[in-house]
C-alpha cells in the first residue's frame, strides 16, 4: 500500500500544479501550448485537473481510500489520454499535448 500512496500523492501534485498553471498564468501557458481562442475553458479544465489533484493529495491512505484515488486517477488520465489522441491528430491542439500522454 505504501507504494499506491506514492503514486496517488505524485499524481495528485502533478494534476493540482499542472491544473492551475493556465489557471494563475495562462500567458505562459498558452507560449508551450499554444494560444486558445476558449480561454474560458482552458480556465475551466485546469480548475478541474487541479480538484482532481487535490482528491488525490487528500485520499485516505487506507485500502478504501487507496482505490477510490485509483478510480479518480485512472479516470482522469483516460480522459486526458482520450482528448489528446483525438485532438492531436485533427490539429485543433498542438502536438505538446502529447507530453502530458507520456
Same mark, same amino acid.
Given at each position: ?5 506514492t503514486v496517488a500523492r ?19 501557458? /498558452? ?15 485546469g480548475a478541474l485537473l ?8 487528500? *485520499? /485516505? ?7 477510490? *484515488? ?6 482522469s488520465a483516460l480522459t486526458?489520454? *482520450? ?17 502530458? *500522454?507520456?
Amino acid at each position: 500500500m505504501p507504494q499506491a500512496v506514492t503514486v496517488a500523492r505524485a499524481q495528485g501534485l502533478f494534476n493540482l500544479v499542472g491544473g492551475l498553471w493556465p489557471v494563475l498564468s495562462l500567458r505562459t501557458f /498558452e507560449a508551450v501550448y499554444g494560444a486558445k481562442t476558449d480561454r474560458w475553458l482552458q480556465r475551466t479544465n485546469g480548475a478541474l485537473l487541479a480538484a482532481t489533484g487535490i482528491s488525490l493529495l487528500l *485520499a /485516505e491512505p487506507s485500502a478504501e481510500g487507496m482505490r477510490h *484515488a485509483r478510480r479518480v486517477g485512472v479516470g482522469s488520465a483516460l480522459t486526458f489520454l *482520450a482528448a489528446d489522441l483525438v485532438y492531436v491528430p485533427l490539429r485543433r491542439i498542438p502536438a505538446t499535448y502529447l507530453l502530458d *500522454a507520456a
